[in-house]
């Protein structure tokens, strides 16, 4: 290693140009000769003419003097330039010589962050690394596709991976093998032509140079990690790493560079027939490419929304359909790449079970709810992308929990902005119910799908989960209209002369939609409280939203109160329909579903008794200690429900508990079956039990008497 150094010393004084002086020597005054004052002017007799060329004589020599000073200034850049280029060189050829043994570093070596040792050896590591990143850039820059260059380019990449791989394997022992990688030193600008290199340069000159680079698919996967980690940066801080990092304009030039390749690529070439090939550990191309996308949508609608129709613009791969973006609007745009990633979403599904990947899936309608967030809810495109998104959810049966998920959730983040899903939300209920069937085993569920997407294994927990939170969003917004009210009607008190028909047709539209999406998410969780759900997540989240339906159905008869006592106004019928739906509906299920869930848990708790006595303790304790409050919040919800509807049925001479039952239900009611049959069981042991001590009293002989002495 040593004798090395002085060998490279040796080339690098040789390679230095001989008739050119350092940049040392120029400092000095060397190689060029010591410099003369330049000759005083001839004196002549004539003063005017005298004082004339003294002047032409000092400007002149300024301007000698600036020219020679820019001069020396270049030369010496050139020289430094040239000095850094040989030492570049040198270390290039020494990195490329060397072993990871002549760092100290190897797989033998500490890099556990627990010792002095290990923490060394990885900051050793990382510096190596860092070195290696920038020859690499060093290397491609000044290579001008030199076949040789690029040649020892991957040798010095190779370098590089060896000792990333060992840092992983060494760092991530008694953790999750895949520790995060530490920050590239590649710049931005060189990843944008990097990539563009790599996948888009169809030079003929090019081609047999470039080709050493496209061979390696480890280098390929590392050069799109790489732009993936500083779309990362970009996203999370608004700037990256380097010295353009921070200049605003090149970095989205640079953003518009990498997502036009990456698109590209993705487009180009499937992932089936990616997949297709050998079987290499790590992620493919085509799936880091398709997660750099979805980093970089998010990041342009973050960062630079305002510059959002001029990416779609920069980013267009096609060379046909330029014409139908060139002058088209952001929506339109959208709806473009919107059309490109559903086509690939369907090549997915329409691949069946077995060539279905799920995760790249997930990135694909993650990418498309990012996208639909740029669509007018207007438009015809974002309508489009409805239907298309219900269809999907209608059409495809995949027994995929992520895909499923993901599929909802894009289907309810659409129709949030569109209209209110709760009619879709009654259709998923019955759907649920139909799959799981009843609380009540000798009732046979009718059989219906309305979504193919809602199958046994993706029913619940993840179907039924995301219905719940969507209800307690429409619940929350339901709420929300009702505080509305109130206050519009508190504002409205001072207008003694108003018209209470004119009011009431004011507020009309309002009570309208509040109590339709009461009474179809009434008959939504009307589905609910009868399917058979399994305990734990599903049963306490429906608890919850129940005695939340319930709470705000009380304010909905505060707000009626409140309006018959202050303009005499009357019922509408709207809500003497939603009252009835309710008392006849939902309230006796509730009652049945609670039953249904306190027999589920004795059942299971006595199974699991059997196997470990202890977790089932446990869990049976953390359990009550849940429904404990789920339970009863429930039924005093009911009961003060009850409670204001008794009270708006004296106000305004309704009567409204005709609709409801008397509730029964409370944690200490007693069910007459289940006593019965204890009781009985308890006659019979009371029984046998005297049988058997009969009979052991009768085969007993009798004591003998002491005798007194």
Known sequence: MHDD???????????????????????????????????????????GLEEDEDEWEDEGEEEIVGEGEDEEEEEDEGGFQEDLEVLLRSVTCRMIKSDLEDFELDKSADFSLSSSVGIKNTIYAVLVMGVCEVLMEYNFLSANYSKNRFEELLDLFNRYHKLSEILKEK????????????????????????????????????????????????????????ALQKIQQLEEMGQ?????????????????????????????????????????????????????????????????????????????????????????????????????????????????????????????????????????????????MISWTVKICKESSLEDVQFCKGLLSLLFSLHVLYKSPVSVLRELCQDIHSQLGDIDQDVEVEKQSHFAIINTKTAAPTATLLILSQVGRVLEEVEWLISKKKGQLSSERPAAGMDSQRAAGQHDALEKAIILQLGTLLTALHEL????????????????????????????????????????GQLSPRFEKLVKLSGSHLTPQCYSFLTYVQSEELSAAGGDKKKKKEEATTAASAKALRESK???????????????????????????????????????????????????????SQSQQTEVSTEVEESQEPKKKKRKK
């Open 5 to 47: 150094r002085w060998v490279d010393e040796g080339e690098r004084e040789e390679a230095r140009p001989q008739n050119k002086p350092s940049a040392a020597e120029k400092k000095s005054g060397g190689g060029g000769g010591p410099r003369t004052a330049p000759e005083k002017p001839v004196e002549r007799q004539e003063e």
């Open 171 to 226: 760092s991530g022992k008694g953790k999750s093998p895949s520790s995060k990688a530490g920050r590239s030193l590649l710049s931005m600008g060189f990843v944008s032509t990097l990539l563009t290199a790599l996948f888009r340069d169809s030079t003929q000159s090019r081609e047999e140079s470039l080709a050493v680079l496209r061979s390696s698919t480890e280098f390929l996967r590392y050069s799109v990690s790489t």
């Open 240 to 384: 990256t790493d380097g010295p353009e990092g921070q200049n605003t304009d090149k970095t989205f030039r640079y953003l518009c560079d990498i997502t036009r390749v990456l698109l590209w690529r993705y487009m180009s070439i499937p992932s089936t027939v990616e997949d297709s090939g050998k079987k290499e550990k790590g992620k493919t191309i085509s799936m880091l490419c398709l997660e750099g996308l979805l980093r970089i949508f998010s990041t342009v609608q973050l960062r630079y929304p305002s510059k959002a129709s001029q990416f779609l613009c920069a980013v267009d791969v096609s060379e046909e359909e330029d014409s139908e973006t060139d002058n088209a609007n952001v929506t339109e745009k959208t709806a473009f790449y919107i059309r490109q990633f559903q086509r690939s979403l369907l090549n997915q599904l329409s691949g069946g079970d077995e060539d279905f990947h799920s995760k790249e899936a997930q990135l694909l309608l993650n990418i498309l709810s990012v996208l639909s967030r740029q669509l007018e809810p207007t438009s015809p495109q974002f309508v489009q």
């Open 529 to 568: 409280v009868q399917t058979a759900l399994p305990p734990g997540g599903c049963v306490d989240t429906l608890l919850k939203e129940l005695a939340s339906t319930y709470t705000i159905l009380t304010s909905l008869c505060k707000y009626y109160i409140q309006l018959c006592a202050s303009l005499h």
């Open 630 to 684: 789920a339970i009863p919040n429930l039924i005093f919800s009911i009961e003060q429900y009850e409670k204001f509807l008794i009270l708006l049925s004296k106000k305004s001479k309704v009567n409204l508990m005709q609709y409801m039952k008397l509730s029964t239900s409370r944690d200490f009611r007693i069910n007459a079956a289940s006593l019965e049959a204890a009781l009985q069981e308890q006659q019979e």
